[in-house]
């Protein structure tokens, strides 16, 4: 378990796909001193168009796109994106938006140290096919009169691992998928990763291989 009571900075590395709001939230929470003894040392992108590789740039953070169309194959895209965290050498991996399955050697190399932030209270409204909006347009199809965030340990399934962190956003009524989305953004997912971050970084959440399966 690697915590900053060991006086070392916790390394993390960022995976984004699109837009990147939920990585400004990390940088803005780091700049202004919410998230303690952090350094984003890397941001990586499955997209070479995603904003939030420009939300990297201007903060001066290193940022890579590791693109599938790269590569001939799953195998070798999947192998890119290995080797592309490892140069990075990050204590911890956060999915922000990234909306690509992690091959089994990833969750292997860095079992218990990759965290994700998904928009609703799982095991509600996740699994295969719930990302972005279609989360919130099943949330009001459904009716639930509360919906909200969850960010929780990556393992091999989708959405699946233990979770570390929710927080509750009431749905309103009128509400659209995109008014619910951006409400569910800014009351909750934008507020528990970062601290969940911050409280990995102090050392309250012990993060790290706890099966002591191949490191
Ligand atoms: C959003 O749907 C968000 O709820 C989920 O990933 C999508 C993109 O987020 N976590 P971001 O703006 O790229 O962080």
């Known amino acids: 378990m690697l915590s900053a009571e060991d006086g070392k900075e ?8 699109g837009g990147g709001t939920n990585l400004q939230a990390i940088i803005d929470a780091v700049k202004e001193g919410r998230i303690h ?3 984003i040392v890397r941001v990586i992108s499955n997209k070479a ?3 939030a590789l420009k939300r990297a740039e201007d903060a001066g ?3 890579t796109a590791v693109t599938r169309s790269e590569y001939g194959s799953k195998e070798a895209f999947d192998k890119a994106l290995l080797e592309a965290l490892e140069e990075a050498g990050p204590d911890l991996v956060v999915l922000a938006g990234f ?11 860095y079992r218990g140290r990759i965290i994700n932030i998904h928009p609703s209270l799982i095991p509600s409204f996740c699994g295969e096919g719930y990302y972005g909006l279609r989360v919130h347009e099943e949330a009001l199809k459904r009716g639930v009169r509360v919906t ?5 340990f990556v393992d091999e399934g989708c959405d699946t691992g233990p979770i570390i962190m929710q927080k509750a956003v009431e749905v309103m009524p009128g509400d659209t998928p995109e008014i619910l989305q951006r409400r569910v953004m800014e009351q909750a997912e934008w507020k528990i990763l970062p601290e969940t971050i911050d409280r ?3 050392g309250e959440i012990a993060i790290g291989d706890v099966s002591g399966g191949e490191s």
Not at 99 to 109: D, Y
């Open 37 to 39: 003894d952090t350094k």
């Open 200 to 202: 990995i970084a102090r």
């Open 99 to 109: 909306l690509v399955v992690l091959s089994p050697g990833i969750i292997r190399k």
């Open 61 to 63: 953070i290193e940022a």
């Open 49 to 51: 168009d995603a904003y």
């Open 10 to 17: 916790l390394k993390v590395a960022v995976m984004v796909s």
């Open 148 to 152: 909200g965030a969850t960010v929780h």
